[in-house]
């Protein structure tokens, strides 16, 4: 089945700092990603859309220039987190939504990367 | 607005024993239901689904309803396994929409 893989899956960094995570859908093609961030003990929230070749598209509230979105092929997005502060620490979880699947049905699911515990000191 | 709430854990169950997660849910429109499984060191996969009312979405042993007079999508295990072990999500999903989770149950069975 598809396979979405997420790199790092643990990143400890001093405050100030920038961190990259990786998101590749390994054997299809993504023409759409999402990436969510969990806070303990709440929900997994979606804090944007990243679309092959176009800007990525911000959930109110999450700063885009603080979340820096790329996705620059059909198998990879990448979400840099600049300047770093310990409030970003949190659990940060990519999915992706394979070619020429719809938006229509209700039964549209996505893959799930296995998510990147970033902790800021 | 949309939203997911989900029991809250953790959840220690021994071997065999019935489990039930619930999850109700608030969407303004007609949405499709999911829970999703993470197992250790894995990502988010999808256990089951129903996109509609009165549907029961059903894998590995694992039930949910659809339940529009309740607006629940309860998750149910007649009978436990240590592999069952892991954190489960129930999401909702309206036509053209984003995902919406709850905070997810942790569950530990023990032999």
């Known amino acids: 089945g598809a396979v979405v893989s997420q790199h790092p899956s643990w990143v400890i960094c001093k405050s100030g700092t920038s961190v990259k995570i990786e998101c590749r859908s390994l054997d299809f093609q993504a023409t759409t990603m999402f990436w969510y961030r969990q806070f303990p003990k709440q929900s997994l929230m979606l804090m944007a859309t990243s679309n092959e070749g176009s800007k990525a598209t911000y959930e109110q509230g999450v700063e885009k220039d603080k979340f820096l979105i790329n996705h620059a092929s059909l198998t990879l997005s990448t979400l840099t987190v600049t300047s770093a502060h310990p409030e970003d620490s949190s659990f940060y979880i990519c999915?992706?939504?394979?070619f020429g699947e719809g938006t229509s049905s209700g039964a549209n699911v996505l893959t799930f990367g296995a998510g990147s515990r970033l902790t800021v000191l | 607005g949309n939203s997911v709430t989900q029991m809250e854990g953790p959840v220690t169950l021994s071997e065999e024993a019935f489990l039930t997660i619930n999850c109700t849910y608030t969407?303004?429109?007609?949405?499709?239901l999911f829970w999703y499984v993470q197992y250790p060191g894995e990502g988010l996969q999808l256990l089951l689904k129903a996109t509609k009312a009165d549907d029961k979405g059903s894998n590995k042993g694992f039930e949910a309803t659809y339940r529009k007079e309740t607006t629940s999508f309860h998750l149910e295990k007649g009978s436990v396994q240590v592999s069952d072990s892991a954190v489960y999500f129930c999401a909702l999903r309206e036509i053209g929409n984003q995902f919406y989770f709850g905070t997810g149950t942790s569950l530990t069975v023990i032999p």
């Open positions: 969407a303004t429109g007609y949405p499709s």
């Open positions: 999915s992706a939504r394979a």
